[in-house]
């Protein structure tokens, strides 16, 4: 599965953001999904998942209620919405993908995006 992820940009403090995350393969609806950031000088921190059929999803507690993970399986695309964005959102955003469900940790991602930057304005 190759993955790309799109939609960052530069918002202000209050604002919404979509991310997308395209995927080529034929296996991906095999496929849990997953959304991670990484911002500068920090480890890589898990964001949301979602199950191969759409149906569970997963969320970073600090993120519940802002963000939502949802997926398009004969589109293949992946999206992260996120709403009433602070400046502690900013990083590179990554899709990943995962055999396994629920999994928040990136080890457990087999395949990787190239990443998107969200960088938010107070």
């Known amino acids: 599965v190759q993955l790309q992820a799109s939609g960052g940009g530069l918002v202000q403090a209050g604002d919404s953001l979509r991310l997308s995350c395209a995927a080529s393969?034929?296996?991906?609806?095999?496929?849990?999904m997953g959304w991670f950031r990484q911002a500068p000088g920090k480890e890589r921190e898990f964001v949301a998942a979602i199950s191969w059929s759409g149906q569970s999803t997963y969320y970073a507690d600090s993120l519940k209620g802002r963000f939502t993970i949802s997926r398009d399986n004969a589109k293949k695309m992946v999206f992260l919405q996120m709403n009433s964005l602070k400046s502690e959102d900013t990083a590179v955003y990554y899709c990943?993908?995962?055999?396994?469900?629920?999994?928040?940790?990136?080890?457990?991602?087999?395949?990787w995006g190239q990443g998107t930057q969200v960088t938010v304005s107070s």
């Open positions: 990943a993908a995962s055999v396994n469900l629920g999994v928040v940790v990136p080890v457990e991602y087999d395949y």
């Open positions: 393969g034929r296996t991906f609806g095999a496929y849990a």
